[in-house]
C-alpha cells in the first residue's frame, strides 16, 4: 500500500468549517495501490505534494475524503478532440472545488481535426476560474480509436501543438501543461520542445530514467491508484518539489 496516513482530526476540521460530513466509511484511510511497483530510485510517494486526474472512467469520486488522505491537487478530462466533452467533467469540477482541491482541466489531442477547433472547444468548456490550474494538453498516440489513428511525423505534431497552445495561453493567461507518455515524447522528439513544463507518465521507471535529461513538473506513477470510498482506480500523480515550491508554483501558475 501507499503512504500518507489520514490524520482523523482532518475531517474533524472539514466538519467544523462547515463542509457536510462524508458518510460513514470503515475502510483504511490512505492513498493506496493495488499494484504498487518498487522504483530505481527516489520513490513518488515520497514526494509531499500528491494529486490524481480523472475522466469518466471514474464515476464516484468522494472528493472531501480524497482531499483529507492528502490529494492535493487533481487534473479532470475536459475535452477531447473538437466535439467530445468529457460527461463527468462538470460533476468532477465542482466536487474537486467544493472539497477544496487545485483542480485544472485537460485536453485530449485528436489528430483528425484542426487544432484551432480543439483549442476553442476546450476554451468553451474549460471555466476560467480564478485559482484553478494551467490547462493542459494530454499528447499520446491513440491506436484504438475507431475514427482516427494518424501518426503525424514530429515537425506536424509540434506545429499543431504550438497552434492549440497559443490560442489556449492567449484565453487563460497562462502556458498550458504537457502530458506526455515515453513513446510518443520519442517519436514527437517532445525532448526539443521548450517552453512548457511536462507532466510525464511512466509507471515503470522513474522520470530520469524513462525521460533523460527531461526536466517535469508532475509525474504519473500509477494507474492501479485506490481512494476511500472512491469506486474504482485512479492515477496518482507527484508534483517534483517540497510544500513550500508547491505554494511558490501556485502563486506564479494559477489562473488570475
Known sequence: MLI????????????????????PFTGPMVI???????????????????????????????????????????????????????????????????????RGAYHFYYFCTPPEVQAQFFIRTAPKTRGSLPPVLDMEWNPFSPTCQRRPDAATVQDEMRRWLDLVTAHYGQRPIIYTTPGFYEDAALNTFKGYEFWLRTTAKTPAQAYPGQPWRFWQYTATGTLPNTVGSVDINAFNGTTGDWEAWLDRRTIR
Open 4 to 23: 500518507r496516513y489520514l490524520m482523523l482530526t482532518a475531517l474533524v476540521i472539514l466538519t467544523a468549517c462547515g463542509a457536510p460530513a462524508p458518510a
Open 32 to 102: 493506496g495501490d493495488t499494484d504498487p511497483v518498487r522504483f530505481s530510485g527516489r520513490q513518488p510517494t515520497t514526494y509531499p505534494v500528491q494529486g490524481m486526474d480523472a475522466a469518466r472512467f471514474q464515476t464516484s469520486v468522494d472528493w472531501e475524503r480524497a482531499k483529507a488522505v492528502g490529494i492535493d491537487f487533481v487534473f479532470l478530462k475536459a475535452t477531447e478532440g473538437g466535439d467530445l466533452l468529457d460527461p463527468a467533467f462538470e460533476d468532477h469540477w465542482r466536487g474537486a472545488g467544493r472539497a477544496g482541491i487545485k
